[in-house]
T-cell receptor, first 108, second 113 residues
Framework: AQRVTQPEKLLSVFKGAPVELKCNYS??????LFWYVQYSRQRLQLLLR??SRESIKGFTADLNKGETSFHLKKPFAQEEDSAMYYCALSPNTDKLIFGTGTRLQVFP | NAGVTQTPKFQVLKTGQSMTLQCAQDMNHNSMYWYRQDPGMGLRLIYYSASEGTTDKGEVPNGYNVSRLNKREFSLRLESAAPSQTSVYFC????????????FGQGTRLTVV
């Protein structure tokens, strides 16, 4: 079965601390993986996708096929990073499934 | 520059009532989705549609029906609402290509009493 697991419901850090939001997936094929973010009172929006190997707002995510993980990292958290983060898996061009989400709180 | 538009934004229903949530996108996307968002449960896929006239069940389809009447619109119907369907509902769309971004509506907050 295709599944996305985000083990942490809440992650609290202080400004300037490193952040790692965990994501594990179960899928037998080559996955399309994404991170989406929902800021307060805003729509859910794409943060980054694994195929692009990009860094957005200082965040990066590396696909580890051996560990079936796609963790999101940022070396120095900012207060404006406080939001809900969702890892998502697309097993084909049609379907898109999300994890349970991790709420990141960055304290000043 | 509307993107994905959902109506209504808020709704209160009594148990047993029916209603339809509307979703429209103006980006000429092939794929459309309906999700529900519940605390601690994340976003769960209810139904999705890969193209006009086709629909498929997601993770939690029971109690819902959908219609993809044309490329722009994808509606979600609750035939007999139950308190367990109290949730925030999101519609999304994306092009039917690999690794493309999904665009979301602003959500519908539904309360069933």
């Amino acid at each position: 079965a295709q599944r996305v697991t985000q083990p942490e419901k809440l992650l609290s850090v202080f400004k300037g601390a490193p952040v790692e939001l965990k994501c594990n997936y179960s899928y037998s094929g080559s996955p399309e993986l994404f991170w989406y973010v929902q800021y307060s009172r805003q729509r859910l929006q794409l943060l980054l996708r694994h195929i692009s190997r990009e860094s957005i707002k200082g965040f990066t995510a590396d696909l580890n096929k051996g560990e079936t993980s796609f963790h999101l990292k940022k070396p120095f958290a900012q207060e404006e990073d406080s939001a809900m983060y969702y890892c998502a898996l697309s097993p084909n061009t049609d379907k898109l499934i999300f994890g349970t989400g991790t709420r990141l709180q960055v304290f000043p | 520059n509307a993107g994905v538009t959902q109506t209504p934004k808020f709704q209160v229903l009594k148990t047993g009532q029916s209603m339809t949530l509307q979703c429209a996108q103006d980006m000429n996307h092939n794929s459309m989705y309906w999700y529900r968002q519940d605390p601690g449960m994340g976003l769960r896929l209810i139904y999705y549609s890969a193209s006009e006239g086709t629909t498929d069940k997601g993770e939690v389809p029971n109690g819902y029906n959908v219609s993809r009447l044309n490329k722009r619109e994808f509606s979600l119907r609750l035939e007999s609402a139950a308190p367990s369907q109290t949730s925030v509902y999101f519609c999304a769309s994306r092009d039917g290509l690999m690794n493309t971004e999904a665009f979301f509506g602003q959500g519908t907050r539904l309360t069933v009493v």
